[in-house]
């Protein structure tokens, strides 16, 4: 039997065929406006690619046990029903059912993010892990909590909101509305404002030369190249940005003392140049960190494939 797993995104919908061994082996894909802006729209766009997907692999829908979905907002994963979404009109929107008119396959849905978390926990990073805590750092701070190989998300579905933990009190304004989430210091949004406003004060910083002379093209990847080249303003932005994320992640560590925390999104994509301070930072900060065995701080391994994985593991 296969499975496939959907994550729903306000660009495009991608879809992917996993097999038993948890293995993407087809992937389909679709402008998510392609249809129309309405829920039903989007809902089409998501239910025809997938059942275009089983006719791709030659399949039928009694080789498919399940179609999950990865939704970017809140939903009720027992009824199948959309809470909120952020970027896609499908609030309060029966999503499983609209499916059901369609095929006799059974629907899963969760958050996108936790549908990412519970891809690496189980076949990613975090595999043979009881318990592990994704971060994905981005434009905010998203993320999961996975306990026992299964998505904790509360009471109510909408748990699990890594980003916005205040470390700040009174600080930065984040999206959510609050001040000082963890998000507003350590998403790959708050390296690049930092470094902005650094290279604002230190033009003679390599940040700016890295991006070709404009400010406003410095990245993540800059900041980090111009540490690596020993430019002391670019030193100063990372330790800062460091000792900001393992603010949150200590804090997260106290609370759950999960085997395995993941860091995934483009600022882990400096591995070993991140992890080995940042495992440091964060030791000096956690509760009983004398105590053995820790836990592991890795990057995760799936990458955009993860939410995929992760809904159609659902269940």
Partial sequence: MYRIGIDLGGINVACGLVTDGEKIILKKSRPTWSKGKKATDVAAVMCETALDLIKDAGLTEDDISLIGIGIPGAVDRNRGFVIRTANVPLDGFDLAGFFKQYTKIPIKLDNDANCAALGEALVGAGRGKSSSLTFTLGTGVGGGIIIDGKIYSGFNHAGGEVGHMVTHVGGRKCGCGRRGCFEAYASATAIIHDAKNAAKKHPETKMIELAGGDINRISGRTVFDAKDLGD????????????????????????????TIILGGGISNQKEKLLVPLRKAVFEKTYGANLLPRTEIVCATLGNDAGIIGAALLG
């Fill in 232 to 259: 002391v303003t670019a030193i100063g932005v990372v330790n800062n940005y460091i000792k900001e994320l393992s603010e949150g992640i200590a804090n997260y560590i106290n609370i759950f003392q999960p085997e």
